[in-house]
């Protein structure tokens, strides 16, 4: 079965850097698209970044320049590197697969950024 381990959250000042990572089994990871969503306090979960097959990447607009996707498919993991990062980046982050018609969820990890 598809199971997505999110890991790498934690409490960091603002300005600071975390590495968040998720590993992946169930599939074959290198046909799919990966995505990290997140979910703030009161807010509803949205995409942060995308990394396709190919190793094509998009951004939400609050985090470009700052953040950065990317994939190792040879160990099925993906990784978001966030960097200067502010107090509105506190959320649960979350990795994400869309694998014919179902959106499998990993358990997340809490990211805090707070002085």
């Known amino acids: 079965q598809v199971q997505l381990v999110e890991s790498g959250g934690g409490l960091v000042q603002p300005g600071g850097s975390l590495r968040l990572s998720c590993a992946a089994s169930?599939?074959?990871?290198?046909?799919?698209?990966m995505d990290w969503y997140r979910q703030g306090p009161g807010n509803q979960r949205e995409l942060v970044a995308s990394?396709?097959?190919?190793?094509?990447?998009n951004y939400a607009d609050s985090v470009k320049g700052r953040f950065t996707v990317s994939r190792d498919n040879a160990n099925d993991f993906v990784y978001l590197q966030m960097n200067s990062l502010k107090p509105e980046d506190t959320a649960v982050y979350y990795c994400?697969?869309?694998?014919?018609?179902?959106?499998?969820w990993g358990q997340g990890t809490q990211v805090t950024v707070s002085s």
């Open positions: 990394i396709t097959t190919s190793g094509i990447t």
């Open positions: 994400n697969v869309y694998i014919r018609g179902v959106r499998y």
């Open positions: 169930g599939y074959i990871f290198s046909l799919y698209t």
